[in-house]
């Protein structure tokens, strides 16, 4: 706990100075709200969605956005298509559960695939799981074909929390997608046999690499790459690197950034900052053996959301960060990281809304998802 109380008693003098927020006095890192502020605005590029989950922008730069209900729209040159892309699967509505993240094929402009986590209701049990699947997108029919699940995480859930689900490519080629642990805290993230909890790493097919780390393990499952997460919602490669991140919620308190290693344990719930909705401890420890320490931690909670690398032109000062939203503050986080480590956290805006999703375009600008509030462009403010 010495590594908490040192950074309280640091991060209390910043605040003092108005270099923190006082509201996160208790962050890891202090939160720089100053360096940033005022130096990028947002303009709209189309109003209507409710809960835009995920965005990719094809070759053609039109936008496909994921409604979490279970839709999947298309903005073409700011314009919201009334009609919406056909051929998804049956998609369970539930909770925080729906039509959740999109991915483009790295070779997607020659063969359209697109890549989507969702909540499924087939298989054993009540309830639903996060799935995994690709398709081949046909913008001039407006459908999807040629349906592949790729994976789906065992025994449903009738809890409606904590699905996860990003996706990310490797500059192999692999896939990563992230499920959370679906409210079942002391059951999934720790044991190896079982879905939730963790990031998983396939082929774009869909068959296990062969280097996986748990591999001919007797009754582990394969497809894990890391494992002991609660809710990650942020999965994002360093391409100057190639390191893999990570972000997830913590309960209350505890939200992390962690550094994606293949097999290694991140600790939930058996380490944590944070503590129970109720503010009972569930657990004493912030570190252990054998368990990842985290790269950042915000106390109290951001409620972090989508997480991407940025490595346009167009914003040079925020390029080589990790960029992220906040659906609890409202606002966006650029991360500085240097040798794997966080540096910094720089604070954007104020009170935009719960910041849902981040797009960088093939077009070089950043977009950004709000709840209730649309698709922005962000731009910066000439000095």
């Known amino acids: 706990m010495s590594k908490l109380v040192n950074s309280v008693l640091v991060i209390m003098a910043l605040s003092l100075t108005g270099y923190v927020s006082v509201s996160h006095a208790f962050d890891s ?30 070759p053609n730069q039109d936008i496909l956005v994921s409604e979490r209900r279970g839709e999947l729209r298309v903005i073409h040159q700011g314009k919201l298509l009334d009609k919406s892309i056909q051929g998804l699967p049956k998609i369970d509505n539930n909770g925080q559960g729906g039509l959740l993240d999109l991915a483009l094929d790295p070779d997607f402009i020659n ?35 040629n349906q592949t699940r790729l994976y789906k995480g065992k025994v449903n859930s009738t809890k409606g929390q904590h699905y996860g689900s990003r996706i990310a490519f490797d500059e192999k080629g692999y896939v990563y997608f992230s499920i959370g642990d679906r409210g079942r805290r002391d059951e999934n993230p720790q044991d190896l046999k079982k879905d939730g ?24 499952t394969t497809a894990v790459f890391s494992y002991g997460h609660r809710n990650p919602q942020g999965l994002a490669f360093d391409t100057s690197t190639g390191v893999l991140w990570s972000h997830e919620h913590g309960p209350k308190g505890g939200d992390e950034i962690n550094v994606i290693s293949a ?22 420890l912030t570190e252990k053996k054998g368990m990842a320490n985290p790269a950042l931690y915000w106390l109290p909670s951001i409620a972090p959301s989508a997480m991407i690398y940025i490595t346009s032109d167009k ?20 991360v ?45 403010i000439d000095t």
Do not use: C
């Open 29 to 58: 890192h202090p939160l720089n709200t100053t360096a940033f502020f005022g130096k990028y605005k947002l303009a709209d590029v189309n109003d209507g969605f409710d809960i835009p989950w995920g965005m990719v922008q094809l």
């Open 111 to 145: 063969n359209s695939w697109l890549y989507f986590t969702y909540a499924d209701d087939s298989g054993d049990g009540r309830g639903s799981n996060t799935a995994l699947m690709r398709a081949k997108l046909n913008l001039a029919t407006m459908s999807l074909s």
């Open 197 to 220: 909890g963790k990031i998983y790493r396939l082929h774009k097919d869909g068959s296990i690499p062969s280097d996986n780390p748990f591999l001919d393990e007797n009754g582990k």
């Open 263 to 284: 097999g290694k344990n991140y600790g939930w719930p058996v380490v944590s900052y944070g503590v129970n909705y109720s503010g009972t401890t569930f657990t004493e």
């Open 315 to 334: 914003y040079p000062q925020l390029k080589g960060k990790l960029l992220l939203g906040s659906m609890k503050f409202g606002y966006i986080v650029a």
């Open 336 to 380: 500085s990281v240097t040798d794997n480590k966080v540096e910094q956290q720089f604070k954007l805006f104020n009170n935009l809304g719960r910041v849902r999703s981040l797009m960088q375009g093939v077009d070089g600008f950043i977009y950004v998802g709000l709840d209730g509030g649309g698709i922005k462009k962000l731009l910066p």
